[in-house]
């Protein structure tokens, strides 16, 4: 017998209502929507044990074509507000900003990494992205890889 796991994709409308269920337990957990289990399979009104039977098996699938994440390196001037008039700017593309990391400056100067997300037509987003640089007091843009 194969005990390799083998995944598939399948439409949600043609899956026992359970999975979908069992997804929406999860986020609302992710969530903090409720404070047990117990109280989130109740509210979305399945039994606890379908949820602990299904939990590590069911998975949602998000679209990948219609998403890009995107690594960027920016150098920013040693001012106050320039990180925060970057992230306004990458909120303004509709952005979902994963991580951040900043370097301490140095020489005047501190190096950015950005990870985001974009969703829509990503050759003109990226197009858009290069003219952070014309910000006041960033100094450099590079993307550095864009999935």
Do not use: W
């Not at 299904?54 to 150098?75: A, C, M, P, Q, T």
């Not at 990458?90 to 979902?96: D, E, R, T, V």
């Amino acid at each position: 017998m194969d005990t390799k796991s083998q995944l598939i994709v399948a439409d949600a409308k043609i899956l026992p209502e359970v999975f979908t269920k069992v997804l929406e337990v999860k986020k609302l957990m992710a969530q903090k929507g409720e404070k047990s289990f117990a109280s989130a399979c109740k509210r979305i009104g399945i039994s606890r044990s379908a949820y602990y039977k299904y939990k590590d098996s069911v998975f949602s699938y998000e679209e990948l074509f219609n998403r890009k994440i995107v690594n960027i390196y920016l150098l920013l001037s040693d001012s106050p507000g320039i990180l925060s008039s970057a992230l306004v700017f990458l909120h303004n593309l509709n952005a979902n900003i994963l991580t951040v990391n900043q370097s301490i400056p140095v020489d005047g100067a501190a190096a950015v990494n950005i990870s985001l997300r974009l969703t829509g037509e990503s050759e003109s987003e990226l197009a858009q992205l290069n003219s952070i640089t014309e910000l006041d007091g960033i100094l450099e843009c590079k993307i550095l890889s864009a999935e």
